[in-house]
Each structure stands twice: as C-alpha cells, then as structure tokens.
C-alpha cells in the first residue's frame, strides 16, 4: 500500500486550515489508517511542538570510536544525526557512515516482531510470535539448563557492546551459571591491545595525541579512515596541519594507499609485514645518531643492532637512505609521534610490528608528552575491566566447543561472525551444531538466518544505553544513550530483554538484578556514580546530575596529568623487542599477491552495506559505488592485460571468489587489496547479492602475539575469467591535465 | 527578447553586488580537507537527496549535491592524491543564469545562485553551460521505500521528474538564522550562526562559511589567505567559493 497522499487529499487536509504546521507530515500518516483524524493529537507531548525542532543527544554505535551525537526531530521523526558539539570524542562532527545511522533506524528490512523458525535450521524461514511466547520458550529453556545445573552449556556471543549494557550481560550469564560470554568485533585490534599490554602494562588503550604533534609517522594505521577513532583524530589532524602556525608533517607506511596515505606528505610503499621492522632500523639509526639521550642508550643499542637501515632495507623495499632521512626527521620534530595499526598489525607478527612502532616512540621520547602518547585515566566505573574481546583464537576455542557434546544454547547479540570471519573457521557449521540457537538484531543478517528464534532489538536510536569511549580522550568520559524516538516497531532494547528474562527464570535471578527496564538500571547504576562523586545523596540531587547528562550528552572529570614509570617502560621494552619475519599462506611462485582487505569507510566491517546511502557514496580513493572491487597496480595490469571491470577470479589456498578490477595508482605490485562490506547473502534488499566478502577466502593465519586474526596474511592468485563489468563510479578524468583544478601552478595565487 | 537582454544588462551592472545584505561566501581549505566524504552524507541527509539506485548511478545520473573529485599526480611509487569536494560555485557572473529561458535559475539579494523548481521546465540547458557540473537533473520522480520517507527533512522541497537541482548553500538553514535575528530584535546574523549541513560536520574544520560583505568575519579572513584561489578562475565566473591551495612540502 502506498502511504503516498494524493494532491486533492493534501488540499482537503490544508483546507480544514486548522490543523497548522506540520499539517502535511500528519495527514500523510492518517491517511494510512481507515478512520482518519483531523486533528489527530489535541494533547501533544510536552517535546513536541509542530515546526520546531527538538534535538536529542546520544551516543553513535556505528563503529566503536563512541562518538556523541545530536539527532534533530520533528514531530516525532528523526531527521538528522549530527555531532555533539560537547563530546570530546568528535567535537560536533560526524562521519559519513554516522550520519547514515537515519538509515538504520528507518530501514524498511527491520526485524518486526519476534521470529519463530518454520522450516529446516538455517533455510531463513520464520513466522512472527508475540513477545509472550518468545520470552517464555526462552526462559522456559534457560530455566531447564539453570535447574539441571548445566548452564555453562550456555554461550552468549555479542558484538562490541560497551558501558552497562556490557556490565547487564556479564551480571546475566553470572547469575545464570555460565561462564562463557564473549565478544566479537572484526576491527578489534587485538595486537594493539596485546602490544600496549607488553610496554606499558595497561589494559586501555592510550592516547595518541595527534593533535598537538609536528610528525606523525603512522605505520599502516588509517587513522584518518578506519582506525579506532577516525573523527576524533580527523578533528586533530585538522589542527595538526592548520590550527597552529607551524604545519605538522605526515608520513604513512603501508603496502596500499589509504585515505591517510593520500593525505600524508610522504608515503612509503614497505612490504607487508615490513613495519616493525622499519620502525626498529629508525630507532637504530635515532640511537647511532646519538640522538637519543637516555641512561639505558647502551642497552638499546645493543638490543637495536641487528635492525640497522642497510640490513632491513631489502627486506622492506625502502631504501637505507630514506630511513635514516625519516628517522632524522622523526627525532628532530618537537613533538613527533608513531602510530601502528591496520594491516601491519594484522601480520603473522603483528604483535612485534606494533611494539616496534612504541620502541620507536620511547627512543624519540614521545611516551608521556603532549603530542606523543598519552595516556588514559584509570576509569571511575566498575565496568572498567576489560572486555571479553575475543581473539580469532579464542573464536576459534568457542567454535570448537560449540561443536561439542555439551553446547545446549546460544546466544548471538547483534554479531554477524559468518560474515566477519572467514570461511576456514567454519562458522556456520558451528552455529549449526548447536541445539537451540537464540539471535537478537535488528536485521536479519547472515548469521541470524541459523538461529530458532529471533528477537528484535531497537535501533541505538530507539534505545537506553550508556558508553566509555575506547580508546579515551586522555581524561575519564562517559555518555548516556537515550531513545531520540518511540520505537517505530514492536522491538526492544538488548537489556529489557535481559532483564526479563531474567525476572521470568526465577531463582535467585530477580533479587540480584531487580531492575524493571534498561532506564531503570541505568539509573540506579548512574546514581551510585553521582553518590560516589558528591557528597549530596538526595534523589533530588541525582535527578538533576542525571537531566545534566542528558541535556549535554556527555559527562566527563577535568583531565588530570597521567604518569608512568619510565623506567620500567623502557625495560618493558626492551625485553618485548625482537621482530619475526612475516609469513604469508600460500606460496610465493603459484599465489604470486599479498592480499590486503581493508575497513570500507562506508561499510566498516560490512555492517553498513544494508544502508541505501552507504551504497550509493563513492568510495573515497576509486569513488566506485555498489559493488567490490580488487584494486591492482597499474603495472601488474598491464603485465597480466587486465582493464578497468574484467572480473578476476582470486584464488587463496582455502577459497576463491570472482570480483571486477580497479586499477589503483598506489599500491605496490605485489599486494592487491579490497574493500570489506560487500558480498552479503541475506542483510535485506541494498546488500543482498552485491560483490563479494573478501574476509571469506583469508587464510586461518593468526598474529603469534595476540591471536587476532592475521588478515594481511594471505596469498592470493588472480586470473582473468573473460568477463567484463561497467564499474560505477563518479571519476571521469582523475588527472589535472592543465586544468589547474588544485590551484597549483603561479599566477593562481 | 529586448526587454529581457535589458533586463539582463542592468543586472549585469558593476557594483550590483556591494547592494547586497549579505554576501555569502565559502572557504574550502585544501590542507585539511581528507575527503572522508562526511559533508557527502551531511547533504544528502539535510536537502532530502532521493537515492537514484544503481541503475541510473550506472548512467550517471546520480545526484550530489557535494562530492569530492581526486587528482592523481606522478606514477607509483612517487604518488600523490589530491581531494578537492566540489559543490555549486553560486558564481557572481553565473554561466547557467545567463541560459535558463524560464528564469527559473537566478541571484538572489544574498549572492546566491538560486534554483526555483516550479519555475523549471527542464531544458538541462544549465547544466550544460555549468563548467563544474555541479547540476543535477531528476530523470525521475524517486521514491522512498517506506518508512525511509520519514526522514526527509520537512523544510526542504521534495523535487519532481523534470527539475533541474543543486547546492543551495542550505538556504532553509539561511532563512532560519535570518529569522531568529528578527526575532532577537538583530539586524544581522552573526558571523558563524548559519552553518550549512557540510560545513557543520566536516571533521577536520575544512570549510568555512559566512559574509563577505563583512571584512571581520571568518571566511573573509580566509579568503584573503594566499593560498586562496578560484577553480577555473579564467573563465571569469567568479565563484564564491574560495579554495585554499594545499601546501606541499617536499623531501
């Protein structure tokens, strides 16, 4: 049916004259329903007045940066996610796939009510129940394990979840008896945490103050597009190359230009895997320079002396001279910082690349400085410990119990590992080994097709929720998520869910988590925050402290001056060193490229591919749109007689797809590369049957230091299969050609 | 005929643009902008752009309103990429003014190059004449797969089939902040109270947006950096955007 209103209705609408403004937007929605409604509400709600704006903050979930947003409503609809100017995370501005956050909360594939398999296990067959019956089987099944004693057969699995909602989930599977709750994101860097964890003894990640350097040397990390916080260092880059009167330089190592590549003033082609290596000759040469002044000089020298320039010139492809040049310059810049992550974190030795990339640091004392690494308070909240982040490793346990006699339940959170990990773990064979498979999302997606029963959960925007930024921003920062509107279906939040469930298992379960909603809990974990920090514990108090959060959006301490011992950092460091050499799956002569998958900025870990807008904006560095691609070096094209759009058949030792080829100005010869995001089989009508998932024919290599997925570890082989495509996309001529487009040539100033 | 060359000369007259209230202007600086794409979606949220769908992308018939265009210089491995977000130029001396039969493209007393859709019959004669292409046809009427519609934003027009669209430096934005001067008993604006949807969340503070008619504001700040120049500035359109070149340093 359409909800279209057709010209003489909106006359007759506008007509009556008595309806003001806003009139068009209500009649729309009335002439959806039989009975139609002049005036359809006389007592509006107190935030809401027709033509005005009102706008809410809450906290973005789009990735995990935790940037805090403002949504604009009017008259009950959401209409534009903007940053939150009071968020320290991103400062008011928002990327491209945050905005997009409109397009999760409408998207016509939405899970509308709870969902009941009818058909065989993994066919993607289901009829709606009401929520009665979908929390009573539940809880029915629950209850039974609880009472045999054997709930540890139990399994919760959910994606990145941060704050109390983390903390719920955690106090749930306690109390239930199990003790196998696990998260699983694909951009989780486990080899930073694992690698910042041997140097500087900490379980959060650091600052990495980006704002107040002069050289950022950045080791395969896209900071500007994918890593970690993007607009938060966006906003710093910004400042790095304007805000001040001297102009901050950027240098970017990596195998294939990324968006930070295309903004750096250098970049230096190294071979995958290469990084930390790099990273040791330039401290080598910082210490040989006699450029590093500290007490433990000789100890360093000794511990650098197999990495000096010459040794590893061949091994990463630079050259002895450019290293020693940037190394110079990295030690001579005031302040200067290294920064490692994406693909040279994803190697075999991804772990060592990444403790290089602090050796680096420690030897160009920027550890503990303004512009260098910060680092971030102990938090205030208990729910500081750590994460359950799984490793691929640990996936990889969980998969293998899963398979075992004993697994009874699972319990999949808003994840999609059958599309985030690759096929050689056997994900869905997993899944389906499982007796009884519970899924809660608010799409269907890959990974929910295998479950029993589904759940719909609200969007972020329709949900309580709270998040502690990782990384931080060098001080302790929390916000408050609140729904900006009424939920659209009949969906509800991860924690009611949990709560009730809980509160219909019985046993101890409701007298040790009482709450009566996610709000409910929220508030009275919150409280004990404010009893903690004011001396005033009246519920008069509290209710003020909490209306602030929520009117600014963000709660946060003044930052106070963070020290480590020094000493012990730089003895941590040395007895971390020592690099391996990278392996790669798959041998040199017949698997002839490195493939290296990156974060689209679009899609990030493929979760946006189901966002119309997410679809139709042009990649930032091929401006394609819709489809994947498989970007080649223009003289590997040339060599293999490959064009713009013939689709290549790739070919990993454990999987093959087909997808067209783009032909990348910069990359190296040896590595192709693709975007991650596409290739869906079932994430509703914009993603299904677009592309492939290159996640999918990576190789089982795991970094040895931290057991994350190694995932520029793969080798690969590319044939033509004859077959040619029209790439889309909106580049015409991606040269100057004299145009002066760029303002570059005398004359022009 | 004459009366509408007369028309046009009279308009044409040196010094018609120092009458205007405000003259509003953008600086884009090049040494910050990333080309994340974030002012991209920013548009497309905020001016209710319809997604045309693959198909139509595939014909180029896309419409955006903002995109960021790359330029590539040198051969791997010494390789550089250039963003630079090209948008509506709301030139002074506008080349699609001077070709639109219904007049339905024209300046308004703010300095903007304004596009009035029931005006426009759609001879694309505009785009044409544009030497950014930054105009847009609706080769259809686009529709929103329910319930995306609730998104629109209900202070600008959903456009037909037929009607030729662009940037209109967020004039509903524009509009807004005039208002609420009005209403604060204020002759003007404040310099940086109307920020347009791409101006608003560019993450690195690239763009600036404000009068030029006032020597103190922000963006007449910028516009008297060195490094500000025109794109195309020999065909004379004299756009009101002003680019700040990229700095390069070498070695």
Request: charge should be negative; hydrophobic fraction near 35%.
């Amino acid at each position: 049916m359409s909800n279209k209103i057709n010209r003489r209705d909106f006359l007759k609408f506008v007509g009556a004259g008595t309806l003001g403004a806003g009139a068009g937007f209500l009649a729309a929605d009335a002439s959806k329903m039989t009975t139609e409604f002049l005036i359809p509400q006389v007592n509006l709600p107190e935030d809401y007045s027709p033509g005005i704006a009102t706008w809410y903050h809450t906290v973005c979930t789009q990735c995990s940066a935790g940037c805090g947003i403002s949504v604009r409503t009017r008259e009950g609809r959401a209409k534009k996610i903007e940053g939150n100017p009071s968020h320290p995370v991103n400062q008011g501005r928002l990327c491209a796939l945050g905005q997009a956050g409109l397009n999760v909360l409408y998207n016509p594939d939405r899970i509308k009510t709870p969902l009941l398999r009818d058909g065989e296990r993994g066919s993607g067959s289901f009829s709606p129940i009401s929520w009665d019956q979908a929390l009573t089987t539940i809880s029915g099944v629950l209850g039974t394990l609880k009472i045999q004693k054997k709930a540890n057969n139990a399994y919760l699995l959910s994606g990145g979840v941060n704050g109390h909602l983390h903390e719920l989930f955690a106090l749930f599977m306690d109390q239930l008896g199990s003790k196998n709750y696990l998260q699983h994101e694909f951009s989780h860097p486990a080899s930073l945490y694992a690698a910042n964890k041997a140097c500087f003894d900490e379980d959060v990640l650091p600052y990495y103050d980006i704002r107040n350097s002069k050289y950022l040397l950045s080791f395969g990390a896209d900071y500007l597009g994918a890593w970690l916080s993007p607009v938060h260092h966006s906003v710093s880059y910004g400042h790095l190359r304007q805000g001040t009167e001297q102009r901050g330089r950027c240098v970017q190592v990596e195998a294939r230009m990324s968006l930070s590549g295309a903004n750096a003033d250098e970049w230096i082609a190294a071979r995958p895997g290469s990084e930390g290596m790099l990273a040791l000759a330039m401290a080598h040469s910082i210490v040989e320079q006699g450029l590093y002044a500290g007490a433990d000089a000789g100890d360093w020298k000794q511990a650098l002396g197999a990495y000096s320039p010459a040794s590893v010139a061949e091994r990463s492809g630079i050259s002895a001279d450019r290293i020693v040049r940037i190394a110079t310059e990295f030690a001579a810049a005031s302040p200067s910082l290294a920064i490692g992550g994406g693909a040279a974190g994803a190697s075999t030795n991804g772990t060592a690349n990444l403790v290089a990339v602090n050796v680096l640091n420690y030897i160009g004392g920027n550890i503990g400085e303004a512009g260098g690494i910060l680092f971030n308070p102990a938090s205030t909240f208990s729910i500081d410990a750590p994460r359950p982040r799984a490793s691929y490793q640990q996936m990889l346990k969980l998969f293998a119990s899963l398979r075992g006699n004993d697994a009874e339940v699972l319990i999949l959170h808003d994840t999609n590992p059958v599309f985030t990990l690759p096929a050689a773990a056997n994900v869905k064979e997993a899944v389906m080994a499982v007796p009884y498979v519970i899924g809660m999302s608010s799409f269907m997606d890959e990974t929910m097709a295998l479950a029993d029963i589904i759940l719909p959960l609200d969007t972020y925007l329709e949900a309580w929720g709270d998040n502690i930024p990782d990384p931080g921003v060098g001080f302790a920062v929390a916000s408050i998520a609140q729904p900006v509107v009424k939920r659209l279906y009949d969906t509800r939040s991860a924690g009611d869910i949990i709560l009730a469930l809980a509160h219909q298992i019985g046993g101890e379960l409701p007298a040790n988590m009482p709450w009566t909603s996610m709000e409910n809990y929220l508030m009275e974990m919150w409280r004990s925050v404010y009893r903690g920090k004011s001396d005033d514990s009246s519920d008069q108090g509290f209710r003020k402290f909490w209306t602030s959060i929520l009117e600014s959006g963000v709660w946060g301490e003044s930052p106070q001056q963070q020290d480590r011992p020094h000493q012990a950092m730089g003895r941590a460091m040395l007895s971390a060193v020592g690099m391996a050499q990278p392996s790669f799956a798959g041998n040199e002569s017949e698997y002839r490229f490195v493939m290296q998958p990156y974060l689209s900025l679009a899609f990030h870990d493929g979760r946006g591919a189901n966002l119309p807008w997410m679809q139709e904006l042009p990649d930032p560095l091929t401006s394609i749109v819709y489809n994947s691609w498989v970007e080649l070096n223009p003289k590997t094209a040339a060599e293999l007689a490959i064009g713009e759009g013939d689709v290549l058949l790739v070919e990993s030792t454990v999987g093959r797809f087909e997808a067209p080829a783009f032909i990348y100005e910069a990359i190296r010869p040896d590595v192709v590369a693709m975007p991650i995001g596409q290739g869906h089989g079932n994430y509703g009508r914009y993603a299904s049957g677009r592309g492939s998932n290159p996640i999918e024919i990576l190789a089982p290599e795991t970094d040895s230091g931290s057991g994350g997925l190694a995932w520029s570890a793969t080798r690969v082989k590319i044939s033509k299969t004859g077959r040619r495509v029209h790439v889309i996309k909106t580049d015409g001529t991606t040269r100057d050609l004299g145009r002066n487009i760029l303002g570059q040539k005398d004359g022009h100033a | 005929m004459s009366t509408a060359l007369e028309k046009f000369k009279k308009y044409r007259k040196p010094g018609y643009y120092d009458k205007f209230d405000y003259h509003w202007t953008m600086s884009i600086d090049l040494d910050r902008c990333t080309g994340c794409e974030a002012c991209v979606v920013a548009c497309q949220a905020e001016n209710n752009l319809p997604i045309v769908g693959e198909q139509q992308f595939a014909m180029r018939r896309e419409i955006k309103w903002i995109r960021i265009e790359r330029y590539w210089e040198g051969e791997y491995p010494d390789i550089k990429l250039q963003f630079i977000p090209m948008l509506c130029q709301h030139c002074d001396q506008a080349p699609c003014e001077i070709a639109c039969p219904v007049f339905a493209t024209y300046h308004n007393q703010d300095g903007l190059n304004t596009q009035v859709y029931n005006r426009c019959i759609g001879t694309r004669t505009c785009a044409v004449y544009c030497p950014y292409e930054v105009r847009f046809f609706n080769w259809f009427t686009y529709e929103w797969d329910e319930p995306l519609e609730q998104q629109l934003n209900p202070d600008v027009t959903v456009r037909e089939k037929g009607v030729m669209e662009k940037c209109t430096f967020c004039i509903q934005r524009i509009r807004q902040a005039k208002d609420a001067a009005k209403d604060d008993s204020r002759r003007r604006v404040r310099d940086g109270e109307i920020k347009p949807a791409c101006v608003q969340s560019c993450p690195t503070e690239a763009m600036v947006f404000g009068d030029l008619n006032d020597p103190d504001s922000q963006v007449s700040k910028m516009a008297r950096n060195p490094r500000g120049y025109h794109v195309l500035e020999e065909l004379n359109t004299t756009p009101s955007i002003v680019y700040l070149k990229r700095v390069h340093t070498d070695g």
